[in-house]
């Protein structure tokens, strides 16, 4: 848990039309919202947030940027939809978590959780390569990146001993097809 | 001698498993003898009135339940065979005996002794005059000019009811509906004060021309057409871009207040593109078509902050306002606003004053509450006297028409039980009064009047049947119908003598029927067993307690007399508890010249509603015997 009490005790002004840009860009309501609280009951990933969800709507209402993009808690969301099962507005909390996290790399910052983003670009680089995940580059490209290669190696080279990581990819048969998502996506190069 | 009948209702087997009605009748032969099982229904009733008025009978014992429209109907019927209303007596078989008390022998054995106390009780010699028949009056008195008091009124025509609305030039919202609606009188004028009971009541009103009497059979008071805090809000002037407003609601607002809230902020959002904060503590939408207002308000835009009362910082800052709060988790909020609506919580329209003349009790800044939300919304502490709209709480529009609505289907209702039931009151006889104006004094309506006679006089108008005024009487010259004099001591003599199975050592308990008779019921109902020792003796008000009452069942044997009804603030009639101790100070000072227990003497409180209470009472009263002050010291029940 983060506490930042920096964060939490600076100023905020607020910016509507941020807000609504985000809520517009996710396609859910946000304005909804009573701030019930049910989603942060509920997250698995609550007690890691600095952020919990709940206050996250409250600041996206509000449009407060900069306390909204500087937090990790959109890094943190792992879709797992507990929070949209259980919104009583009907609210996909997951939706908006992506729209910030958008929001933050058009922004050029990736948040408080740089890793986090790093860790997803190389997923989607061996899914773009090979049509599916392939944990030894995945773990490899991350931990060089990470700079923690010397931490990740003696449990990679345990796994390659016992066969759980593979050192060659499997490819996927019709690799063009992936690419084309990709390029449908419209988002480019992860 | 009497010729008195027994009618038996054996409510459609529901008693007959626990007590069988032809041993009630050999105990104890009655004249004469019916045994019914659909008392409640009219078929019932109609068979039971042709019985009657065929027997020729001049007293009627009933057995049956404590179903309200049962007591009605039997008193309906007794008054279709020329019975006295003094003459006319219903024991509870139903939810004092068979449901309370669960082993057959001792609910048939308890019934045996209520249905021979009644029968000697109404062969006791006794006044027997009626009071002066007063008719009821069908006629609903409106008080107010606004949506409360128009909803009230149309539904009143629709029911057949004729209206007289009384509108006060002086009030706010007054004037508000001049339509010419036929069947509703309407006047001008102030109500000074409220005399009668429900089904006769007098309405004394100040009008321009001098002051009026109305007669009306139920009052429903409303306010004027209330105030809209917020009906003139609009955003305030700023050139170029959208306005940005923040309300702040009152910690704990009325449904007024929410409803102007939201409209004015979803207009501001909805209209003019504005940009509205609204703070609050709670939003209070607790109210028909406020959820869906806020629904609304979300989903244009409107931001919502809940924030702790005194959290919230505001200061001047050029044309505007700044704002600062501490929104717990996500940080300190500065933002600048146009415009900063505080919104205050209104005062009632009409005051204190209303309440004043109805002799009803009105709450914090005037407002008249009613009597229990849950149980009775529209109803107040006064039967026969209604509170719907704005006289009640700040409401919206639809609210005060829901409410006046539901007030005038109570009012009709409530006419039309008084007009089903005879009409019980005091009744004086004039040999025996000495003109003392003790009655006079005593009486907490102002019910008896100075004639020029050799007797003071009653007025059926005012009269609710407290008996406060029989227990004052030194003579015995004031009797109430409902429970006359000589008939009480001889059901309570044959009660505690244990005249028929049971024996002495019985506990007599006289539970006024505005509180705790209703306890007694609900134990019945919810089959709460208590012993069945306990007799229980409707009172109409624990102020119709005499010294005697305590004292003469102690003599014949009885164990104990327990004397139970309202809290002090909440009794009908004013003084009925006060008096009931003064009552039993002075049967606990005769019962040690007598030689009997003076602790066997005890008041207690109830609320209708504290059932547990009286159950935790009887148990005490018949369970090892402790003192009125053990009972207190263990915390669950309090002597007074």
Not at chain 1, 153 to 166: D, F, S, V
Request: hydrophobic content about 45%; some cysteine.
């Amino acid at each position: 848990m983060r506490s930042d009490a920096a964060v939490t005790r600076a100023r905020h002004r607020s910016d509507p039309s941020w807000g609504g840009r985000v809520g517009a860009a996710s396609g859910e309501a946000v304005g909804l919202c009573y701030g019930c609280g049910v989603c942060s009951g509920g997250c698995p990933l609550a007690s890691h947030m600095d952020l919990l969800p709940s206050r996250l709507m409250k600041a996206v209402q509000l449009g407060l940027r900069d306390r909204v993009l500087s937090a990790a808690s959109p890094w943190l969301c792992v879709a797992c939809q507990t929070c949209a099962v259980r919104c009583p507005n009907g609210i996909d909390l997951s939706r908006v978590m992506d729209a910030v996290r958008h929001e933050a790399i058009g922004d050029g910052r990736e948040g408080a959780r740089p890793e986090i983003h790093s860790f997803h670009r190389w997923f989607l680089r061996t899914v773009r390569l090979f049509g599916r995940a392939h944990e030894g580059l995945l773990s490899a490209g991350f931990s060089l990146q990470a700079g923690q290669l010397r931490r990740d190696l003696p449990t990679g080279l345990a796994l390659m001993r016992r066969r759980r990581l593979a050192l060659l990819p499997h490819r996927v048969r019709r690799i063009r097809e992936v690419r084309r998502l990709f390029g449908r996506a419209g988002r480019g190069r992860p | 001698m009497r010729r008195s009948a027994l009618l038996i209702c054996t409510c459609g087997g529901t008693v007959a498993e626990q007590i069988a009605a032809d041993r009630l009748v050999a105990v104890k032969s009655p004249d004469l003898v019916r045994i019914a099982s659909d008392l409640c229904s009219p078929e019932g009733r109609r068979r039971a009135a042709a019985w009657l008025c065929e027997s020729a009978a001049d007293s009627l014992v009933t057995a049956a339940c404590a179903f309200p429209p049962v007591a009605s109907a039997v008193a309906e019927v007794a008054t279709r065979a020329g019975i006295s209303p003094g003459l006319v007596r219903l024991v509870d078989l139903r939810e004092c005996c068979a449901w309370a008390h669960p082993d057959p022998r001792e609910s048939a054995a308890k019934a045996e002794r209520l249905v021979v106390a009644s029968l000697e009780g109404i062969k006791a010699p006794e006044v027997t005059a009626s009071p002066a028949e007063t008719p009821v009056t069908g006629r609903v008195l409106v008080i107010g000019g606004g949506t409360a008091a128009a909803a009230a009124a149309t539904r009143l025509l629709r029911l057949g009811c004729p209206v007289t609305v009384i509108r006060d030039t002086g009030a706010p919202g007054s004037g508000s509906d001049d339509e010419s609606s036929g069947g509703v009188e309407t006047i001008e004028g102030r109500l000074e004060r409220l005399t009668g009971q429900v089904g006769r009541f007098l309405a004394a009103v100040r009008t321009p021309g001098g002051l009026e009497t109305i007669e009306a059979g139920a009052v429903i008071a409303t306010g004027g057409k209330g105030e809209r805090p917020l009906d003139t809000a609009s955003a305030p002037e700023s050139s170029g871009r959208s306005p940005a407003v923040a309300f702040i609601m009152p910690v704990e607002p009325r449904p007024d207040a929410a409803e102007a809230v939201l409209s004015a902020a979803v207009r501001l959002a909805e209209e003019q593109g504005g940009r509205c904060l609204v703070f609050f503590s709670d939003i209070g939408v607790a109210a028909p078509g406020l959820e869906e207002l806020y629904l609304k308000a979300r989903g244009v835009g409107v931001t919502f902050l809940r924030h702790a009362d005194g959290s919230l910082e505001a200061e001047r800052e050029g044309n505007g306002w700044s704002i600062r709060v501490d929104l717990p988790g996500v940080g300190l909020l500065d933002e600048s606003v146009d415009a900063l609506v505080r919104v205050d919580a209104p005062a009632a329209p009409c005051g204190g004053e209303l309440a004043g003349a109805l002799s009803i009790s009105s709450g914090d800044g005037g407002w008249i509450p009613g009597e229990a939300m849950a149980v009775a919304p529209v109803g107040t502490e006064r039967p026969g006297v209604f509170v719907a709209g704005t006289a009640r709480a700040p409401a919206t529009s639809r609210q005060a028409a829901v409410q006046g609505d539901a007030a005038a289907v109570a009012a009709a209702l409530a006419i039309s039980s008084a007009a089903a039931a005879p009409h019980l009151g005091a009744v004086v006889d004039a040999d025996r009064c000495a003109m003392c104006l003790t009655c006079f004094r005593t009486c907490p309506h102002g019910a008896l009047e100075i004639g020029t006679g050799s007797a003071v006089r009653v007025m059926p108008w005012a009269c609710r049947g407290c008996g406060i005024c029989a227990a004052a009487c030194p003579a015995g010259a004031v009797q109430v119908v409902e429970s006359p004099n000589g008939r009480m001591l001889a059901e309570l003599d044959s009660l505690a003598r244990g005249a028929a199975a049971g024996g002495p050592g019985q506990v007599i308990a006289f539970a006024c029927a505005n509180s705790a008779l209703q306890a007694v019921q609900a134990l019945g109902r919810l089959r709460r067993a208590y012993s069945s020792r306990i007799v229980v003796v409707p009172v109409p008000c624990l102020g119709r307690m005499e010294p005697l009452h305590c004292i003469r069942p102690l003599v014949a044997g009885a164990r104990k007399v327990l004397l139970c009804g309202c809290y002090d603030r909440s009794c009908e009639h004013l003084e009925g508890p006060r008096r009931a101790r003064t009552a039993a100070a002075r049967a606990r000072d005769l019962a040690v010249v007598m030689g009997v227990d003076p602790d066997a003497v005890q008041v207690w409180s109830v609320a209708p509603v504290d059932w547990h209470r009286l159950h935790q009472i009887f148990e005490d009263a018949t369970g090892a015997g402790p003192a009125v002050g053990e009972a207190a010291g263990r915390g669950r029940i309090h002597a007074i």
